[in-house]
C-alpha cells in the first residue's frame, strides 16, 4: 500500500500524547516510550527532569521547581516546555545529531493554528521539517486494517486527552470524531466522586491508580465489592486520611465520560456512508489506546454498538507503530 501524503522517508515518528510520547526510529521499532512529563527549574528555567523521572516528581516538588504535562487534550499549552521536551526525547531516542524530518501524530480534531503549532515545536526541537498524520489514521495502520482498499475499517483510539474514531477506505478518512474526553477525564471523575461523597481531596495520580487498579466499564467485568485503599486530605477536619473505594464506585464515577465516549462513536456511525456500513458489521472495530485496557471496555462497546471489538495486541503503541509503518510507503 502506498501513502500517497508521505513524499520523502522521515526517520523517526512521534506519537505526541496527553500522557505518553512514543517514538518509533525506523528500522528499529518502537525506541522510547515515556510519560508526557517536563519539571522546569523557575529559578533559571532549566529543564530538571523529563519522562519517567519527571513523572515521579509530580506533586512532589520543592517550590522552585514544577513538573507538569505540557499538553492538554492532545493540544500543546505550554509551547517552550513542549519543545524542550521533543528536544529531549529525539536525543534520547537517538537521533540528536540528525537534522532529518520527523512525522507526528496528532488528533484528527486539530485546528490549523494547533497544527502550526505541533509543526514549530518539533522544528525548534531540532527536526529539519516535520509531517503531520492524523491519530486515527495511524491507528488503523498500526492495527492492521486494510486502509489503503475500497472497504471500510473503524478504529477507536482512547488516548489520555482525547478519544478519536474514525471510519477509513482508501488511504484516508472518510468520516471522523476527536472528542476531547480520555482517561485523564476518567482519573478527574474519580477524585471528584471521591469530594463528593467521601470529602477526601486526592491527586490525580492516585486516582488513575484506582482506576488501574479496581476500574471497570461494565457490571460484572470485576467483583464490584473489591476495594482499592487511597489516601488524601479530610475536606471538613485538614487532616490526612486513609479510606477504600469500591470497583462500583469507581465504575459509577466515570459512568459520565463513558457514555460521551459511546455517543460520539454512534454518532459517528450514524454519519458513515451506507456502503461502508456494511463493512463494519462484519470487520467490527479495532479498539487502541491506553484507556481500552480498562476492563469491559470493548464489551461496553460491543453492547451499545452491536458490532464486534476487538482490541488491538499492544494498545498503547499502535499509533506509533501506524507512524512508523507510514515511514517506509
Known sequence: MRIPWVRRSPGLAVDLG???????RRGDGVVL???????????????HAVGDEARRMLGRTPAT????????HGV???FETT????????RKAGAGRLRGDVMVCVPSGLTQVERTAVVDATVAAGARAARLIDEPLAAAIGAGLPVGEAQGSLVVDIGGGTSEMAVTALGGMVVSTSLRVGGYDFDEA?????QQHQQLLV????????????GSTLAGAIDETELAD???RDLTSGLLRRTSISAGQVREAIARPLQQVVEALRELLERTPEELSADLATRGVALVGGGSLLRGFDGLLERETGLPVERDRDPLTTVARGAGAALHR
Open 76 to 78: 500543546i499549552s505550554d
Open 33 to 47: 516510550f515515556e510519560p508526557s512529563v517536563v519539571a522546569v527549574d523557575e529559578r533559571t528555567g532549566r529543564v
Open 83 to 90: 519543545e524542550q521536551m521533543l528536544r529531549h526525547f529525539i
Open 18 to 24: 496527553t500522557a505518553n510520547t512514543v517514538v518509533f
Open 65 to 72: 521547581i514544577t513538573a507538569s504535562r505540557p499538553l492538554r
Open 203 to 214: 491527586g490525580q495520580e492516585q486516582a488513575e491508580a484506582v482506576k488501574i487498579e479496581v
Open 230 to 232: 487511597i489516601a488524601g
Open 190 to 194: 474519580i477524585v471528584r466522586s471521591l
